[in-house]
């Protein structure tokens, strides 16, 4: 892509709402909501979003600005419980579910119909225990469009794994500089000699399957075939690490008994949110000490973000540049095409012919 792409407000500004404004949105994963009353907040380039699960266990994506004055009932990258939102302005309350519980002072607005008020809902959808959520309230269910990845991913067993660790840092780059950087394994031996070469080595071929514009598959040879304790993988998922895709910037990779998740979130043209967590087999927990596997994974993912962090602000630098030009791609970066043109298509199409399923 040309460096203008990284740098223009007019594309940022296009992707807010044609893409962001539209597309489905890794925010979290289960383990994250999984008390009744819970609650992670996020802004998505711009738009602050609120997710969360009510006292019945009902998901909701909710935009937190109070109807009253616009307040914002959360702050953005927080996370917890509690049973309802109490704007800090004029103290109007909302319960998890977005309806209007309290607000003092209104009996005497004639106009103003208490039942009528509410905060706006988004589409939200649990696949396989990540939840995500899109903008647009009236967007074709996700889980259809995964059907392939979900078959692939039968022998990983999703919905018995549990989030050992979890992240969520800012870094200092456009978000598709981010989203490039995942869809290619060739900076593995720039980036990552140490962690990652050894097992997934920068060199090997990629394998790119792309199912829709929102969903891809790349298969990535491990060096050596892993060993499985837990689950019943074939030789040849035991052979390759599975990175899965969701257009604009979710990722998961099946590597083995361990998936890491990513999510890639604009906050601003030149900040990325970085959301992600590392999940392992439920039964792979019980009996060991859970705080020492816990800072081990953490730790583990933290060395590999800090590699890729510390890359990344670089190439945010580069791009800046007057000098910096278009390059071009080696064959070992398919994904990386096939993310561009899931780009395009979703910068390109009209608001009239956004079709409801694809
Ligand atoms: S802005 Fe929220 S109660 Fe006034
Ligand atoms: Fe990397």
């Given at each position: 892509m ?7 407000p ?6 807010r709402?044609?893409?962001f404004?539209?597309?489905w ?7 994250d909501?999984?008390?009744p009353?819970?609650?992670v907040?996020?802004?998505?380039a711009?738009?602050q ?11 909701h994506?909710?935009?937190p ?5 616009m ?10 419980t509690a ?8 103290l109007?309350?909302?319960?998890l579910d ?14 103003f119909?208490p ?6 809902a988004f589409?939200v959808?649990e696949?396989?225990?990540f939840v ?5 309230a ?8 995964l059907?392939r990845?979900?078959?692939d991913?039968?022998?990983y067993?999703?919905?018995?794994m549990a ?5 969520s ?11 490039e950087n995942?869809?290619e394994?060739?900076?593995?031996m720039g ?7 050894p097992?997934t080595?920068g ?21 050596q ?7 019943p ?6 052979a ?12 998961l ?5 361990m ?7 604009p ?22 000490d ?5 800072r081990?994974?953490?730790?583990y993912?933290?060395?590999i973000?800090?590699?890729?962090r ?10 800046g ?8 791609l ?6 990386v ?9 979703a ?5 009239d ?6």
């Amino acid at each position: 892509m040309p460096p203008r792409a990284f740098t223009s407000p007019e594309l940022y500004e296009l992707e807010r709402t044609r893409v962001f404004g539209r597309s489905w949105v890794l925010i979290a994963h289960r383990d994250d909501l999984a008390e009744p009353n819970s609650y992670v907040s996020v802004d998505v380039a711009g738009e602050q979003v609120v997710v969360t699960r009510d006292a019945d266990g009902v998901l909701h994506g909710l935009s937190p600005i109070c109807r009253h004055r616009m307040m914002p009932l959360v702050e953005p990258g927080t996370a917890g419980t509690a049973e309802s939102f109490t704007c800090r302005y004029h103290l109007w309350r909302y319960g998890l579910d977005g309806r209007l519980i309290g607000a003092t002072h209104m009996r005497k607005n004639p106009d103003f119909d208490p039942a009528r008020c509410r905060l706006p809902a988004f589409a939200v959808e649990e696949w396989h225990g990540f939840v995500y959520v899109n903008l647009d309230a009236t967007a074709a269910p996700l889980t259809p469009q995964l059907a392939r990845i979900s078959a692939d991913l039968t022998n990983y067993r999703l919905d018995d794994m549990a989030q050992l660790g979890s992240w969520s840092e800012e870094w200092a780059c456009n978000w598709k500089v981010a989203v490039e950087n995942a869809h290619e394994n060739y900076h593995v031996m720039g980036f990552h000699p140490e962690t990652l070469q050894p097992s997934t080595p920068g060199g090997s071929d990629t394998d790119v399957r792309v199912d829709s514009p929102w969903a891809l598959r790349l298969l990535i040879p491990f060096a050596q075939p892993v060993e499985t304790y837990a689950l019943p993988l074939t030789a040849e998922e035991k052979a390759h690490m599975y990175g899965f895709f969701v257009f604009p910037g979710a990722s998961l990779a099946a590597a083995g008994e361990m998936i890491i998740w990513l999510s890639l979130i604009p906050q601003t043209i030149d900040r990325t949110l970085v959301r992600g967590g590392i999940l392992v087999p439920r039964a792979a927990l019980e009996g060991g000490d859970l705080d020492e596997m816990r800072r081990q994974a953490e730790s583990y993912a933290g060395m590999i973000n800090r590699e890729d962090r510390d890359g990344l602000e670089a190439v945010q630098r580069g791009v800046g540049s007057r000098f910096a030009g278009r390059g071009h791609l080696s064959p070992k970066e398919p994904g990386v095409v096939a993310f561009y043109q899931s780009l395009a298509r979703a910068l390109l199409r009209g608001d009239d012919d956004w079709p409801g399923g694809l």
